[in-house]
């Protein structure tokens, strides 16, 4: 179907009651509903599909029994099947299918036509022999096309023979590298091209422009065709194109197909065993076969007061094997072996109460498969006694001999009442597997991502479970963790009563509120004085907060408050700095605590009224070890093929070669081992003095002295030369700077910036008159990302280049400034302003700063008193202004030095100007020639009068 279901699928779409959401979602991808008058029914579909199965089985109460299965999320049918029934007269579709791949390179195009084929119905294809790179490139377009989504994985598996299988692994490891490599080209070209046109555009489209010319090389650099850089002068990029070109197909990664090697090695996945395997590890053969499935989730088949339901999974297990079966002969098709999938063994443990990683776990999941086991063959048995055998399953029958004793004496080791059923089964089947038996029938924990959604299954096959809690519509409508069913159904089952389960549910989903919770609480935040209306803001984000920092934040009681009231810097106030929690006092474990009790723990570990005993039982995939779930392999491996999905981290990156011979010793069939890298942390340390803290030996008894690092200036420094700060730069408390008022169009914009000691540029402040609070919110928080830009060594000059000739409103006529006149934006004013006053940047004033100063030192300067206007007395504390000297020089001796010629020898002092003694009276060297001081109007007191 072509809609796009979202998660509201039920919404749209008439399915059984006790489906889940997934279920409903992944049904209508598979196309299984039929179109009616009020929407798409998927009931319908299934019980037109059932009811085809019955009349192919000639058995009645086949379709009944089927649809209530199916209908209680039991079993499922693989879609090739169900819509081959819904549809009458349909050619059967299949589930899998085995491959060997010709020799002769000539006949790739037939072999390829029949991949093809199989898999737009929707099967998935093993493939054994060495296809060439282009035909690995065909059908992973053939598969996209079939699965375009790619949700259920990879549609095909390739399992190349002799040394072309090392060359097959190394050609695959480098086409995913080359996709990554292509990724990341694709951003840098696209980010370079887009900010050449953006500073084309800035720059009236002149290419003769430095900045322009800056960002074609860099564009350039970055490998960008002519064409494309002649595009972006003109300011007619394409934005995302190379980024596009991955979705158009460039990707050389082959998504849909897996390369498996044959032998242990350094490759990802590894197919064990001689015979051909597909995707999923579910079924394997020496010839080329195809088979239908059919797939059954484990733990709707458990109670938590009468435990594992033996009869009805004995009774669901020979349904599937019955439907099977009928569909073969449905259109006069050949037999084909069929499979049938044990899903969800992780969630089956838990509502038994069992830990995965226990001899108990174990030895269920092992009767439970023996009893699918035994029960399948006996169901084949008693179907060729009422119709007919079929001989042609006997060309391997040693093997299977030798395969069903070592079933059958595996389970007589077994204990408990559903190995005792699975005992009693195996003794009344015939010698020989295949002696008298209508279908080859193959039990599998595969590694199949479709069949676990279809049923609604979290834990895929064999796999532990990935936890007691996910995400998703608690009953009081607020979205959070939900203790998961199979967890609550284990308490019952451990003999927890409603109280204690309701007790641990809190504990795992939390309490969404935090009236009496433990470190951070109302009554303690009211003690600090937030007000009843903060407090009730605070109780409104915790019942949707993931966490409680962006509960307990600035913006959620007010940044008033907090700087009224708490008493906060303002930009702490304004949550743009700082941990408000930690700078109330509040310490990690507090809300740690806090956050558990509000937003839950997510699990049952610590919980108070958990039995230490009972931990292990709810154990996340995270807390098994790869060896248990090798051991469980290793358990079912008589009765059922298992594939494996394991993540190695960093410390056991070394036990790679160990754990693929333990898994080949335990009967895996495919396993798949994947690398994790350690968590990478992006956040910045808060503090200087932590950077410090950190970096400083602790073997060190004393502080080491302070050193003094030179900085270049901002208007000197390139890129490349930044300094490599360690951590961020604070300014002093007390610090220098400006105020400029201006008009923007119209617009009044106070432009405040902050010093470092040494006059470099450390923060800005752009405060705007009578304009919208977006609007001004929007400029606050863009001057205070400059700030801490700056502040973290980003060169000012790289924000001038950026910000430069943006265009929008207000923009115009700029007043109140003394250099600059025009501007196309506020930003474009504020930074030609920060670069004619921290940069020197002359160029883009547009009166010479020279000419404009007011420090009583430009060319036409007659007032020596203006220069009082540089010093802020307030910033001085009245010093300063104390000890100036207001000159008055003559107009004829005040030149620009850039207008002086160099002279072929020194001229002599003027006849005026002043001595070289100091004034007798004062002591500044402010005697004229005619002996009267300057400074303070003495005559004759020189020394050297």
């Known amino acids: 179907m072509a809609q796009d279901f979202d998660q509201d699928s039920r919404a749209i779409a008439q399915a059984p009651a006790q489906w889940s959401e997934a279920m409903v979602q992944a049904a209508l991808e598979a196309g299984i509903a039929i179109d009616t008058p009020s929407g798409p029914s998927i009931t319908k579909a299934l019980a037109r599909a059932t009811a085809r199965l019955g009349f192919w089985a000639e058995d009645k109460t086949l ?85 375009p989504e790619g949700r259920d994985g990879a549609s095909i598996l390739v399992r190349a023979d002799g040394d072309a299988s090392l060359a097959l692994v190394a ?189 108990a776990g174990r030895t269920l999941a092992a009767s439970v498969a023996a009893l699918a086991h035994a029960t399948a063959i006996s169901e084949s048995a008693a179907l060729a006694d009422a119709k007919q055998a079929y001989p042609e399953w006997s060309k391997s029958k040693r093997a299977e001999e030798a395969s069903l004793k070592v079933a059958r004496d595996a389970a007589a080791s077994l204990k408990g009442a559903i190995a005792a059923r699975a005992q009693t089964i195996y003794r009344g089947l015939p010698g020989a597997k295949n002696a008298g038996l209508r279908t080859s029938v193959a039990i599998a924990f595969a590694r199949d991502i479709g069949s676990a959604r279809r049923l609604g299954v979290s834990a895929i096959g064999a796999a532990p479970a990935p936890g007691v809690a996910g995400f998703g519509q608690r009953d009081d409508g607020r979205f959070g963790r939900i203790l998961s069913d199979d967890a609550r159904a284990g308490l019952a089952t451990l003999g927890y009563n409603a109280d204690e389960i309701n007790a641990l549910t809190l504990h795992v989903e939390g309490r969404r509120t935090l009236r009496g919770a433990p470190g951070v609480n109302l009554e303690r935040l009211e003690k600090l004085g937030l007000t009843e209306p903060a407090l009730e803001a605070i109780e409104e984000a915790a019942a949707d907060a993931f966490n409680l920092r962006a509960a307990v934040h600035p913006l959620v009681i007010g940044p008033e408050l907090c700087e009224e009231v708490l008493k906060l810097p303002p930009d702490v106030a304004a949550g743009k700095r700082g941990d408000l929690l930690k700078t109330l006092g509040f310490s990690e474990d507090d809300i740690a605590a806090a956050e558990a009790f509000c937003m839950g723990a997510g699990d049952l570990k610590g919980a108070p009224t958990l039995a230490d005993a009972h931990a292990a039982i709810f154990a996340s995939d995270r807390d098994i070890a790869p060896d248990a779930r090798i051991a469980m392999a290793a358990a079912t491996a008589p009765y059922a093929r298992t594939a494996l999905d394991i993540a190695l981290g960093e410390a056991g990156a070394e036990r790679r070669a160990e754990l693929l011979k333990a898994a080949q010793a335990a009967g895996v069939a495919l396993i798949n081992i994947r690398a994790e890298a350690p968590p990478i942390t992006l956040t910045l ?100 990302s400059i700030s801490i830009g ?135 060297f402010t005697v004229e020639h005619s002996g009267k001081c300057a400074a303070c109007g003495a005559t004759g007191e020189a020394s050297g009068g």
């Open 171 to 359: 050609d695959e490891a480098a086409r995913i590298r080359a996709g990554a490599a292509l990724a990341a080209g694709a951003r840098a070209l696209d980010t370079a091209l887009a900010d050449l046109a953006i500073e084309a555009v800035r720059n009236g489209l002149n290419v003769e422009n430095g900045g322009v010319r800056r960002k074609a090389a860099a564009a350039r650099l970055a490998g960008a065709p002519d064409a494309d850089i002649l595009a972006a002068l003109a300011g007619a990029v394409s934005r995302g194109a190379y980024s596009a070109a991955l979705d158009a197909g460039a990707d050389p990664a082959r998504r849909r197909v897996a390369i498996a090697a044959s032998e242990p090695g350094a490759h990802t996945l590894t197919a064990f065993g001689d015979s051909a395997i597909d995707p999923t590890g579910a079924f394997a053969a020496n010839d080329e076969t195809s088979v239908i499935g059919a797939s059954i989730a484990l733990a709707r088949f458990h109670d938590a007061d009468k435990g594992f339901d033996i009869a009805g999974f004995e009774a669901a297990i020979r349904a599937l094997v019955q439907a099977l079966d009928a569909a073969h002969g449905a259109h006069g098709a050949p037999r084909r072996p069929i499979l049938i999938r044990l899903e969800g063994v992780a969630a089956l443990l838990m509502r038994a109460g069992l830990a995965y990683d226990s001899d």
């Open 63 to 147: 379709a009944d029994r089927l649809n209530a299965m199916i209908a209680a999320g039991q079993v499922t049918l693989d879609p090739p099947l169900l819509r081959a029934a819904m549809a009458d007269g349909a050619e059967l579709a299949l589930s899998a299918a085995l491959l060997y791949w010709p020799k002769d390179k000539r006949e790739e195009l037939s072999a390829i036509a029949r991949a093809q084929t199989l898999l737009a119905a929707g099967a998935k294809i093993g493939i054994a022999g060495n296809p060439s790179s282009a035909a690995l490139d065909a059908l992973d377009a053939a598969a996209r096309m079939a699965d």
């Open 790 to 924: 700056l502040q973290y060594g980003v060169p000012l000059e790289e924000y001038v280049d950026a910000f430069l000739f943006t265009r929008f409103e207000p923009a115009g006529e700029v007043r109140g400034n003394d250099t600059i006149r025009h501007a196309t934006s506020i930003l474009d004013y504020i930074f030609r302003e920060l670069a004619v006053s921290y940069l020197g940047r002359a160029d883009l004033a547009q009166v010479d700063p020279f000419e404009a100063r007011s420090d009583g030192l430009s060319k036409h300067a007659q007032d020596a008193e203006s220069a009082a206007r540089l010093i802020s007395r307030g910033f001085a504390r009245g010093a300063s202004p104390d000890n100036l000297v207001m000159l008055r020089p003559r107009a004829a001796e005040t030149r620009d030095r850039r207008d002086e010629k160099p002279a072929a020898a020194p001229a002599r002092p003027a006849a005026t100007g002043y001595r070289n003694e100091p004034c007798g009276a004062c002591g500044h």
């Open 685 to 784: 340390p808060a503090l200087e003095e932590d950077v410090a803290e950190e970096a400083r030996p602790a073997a060190q008894a004393a502080p080491a002295a302070p050193q003094t690092i030179a900085v270049p200036s901002p208007a000197t420094l390139s890129v490349s030369e930044a300094p490599a700060f360690k951590g961020r730069r604070r300014l002093p408390e007390r610090r220098k700077g400006y105020i400029q008022k201006s008009q923007v169009g119209g617009h009044k914009v106070y432009l405040h910036t902050g010093e470092y000691d040494d006059g470099e540029l450390g923060e800005i402040f752009i405060d705007l008159h009578k304009e919208g609070a977006s609007f001004r919110s929007l400029m606050n928080n863009f001057a205070i």
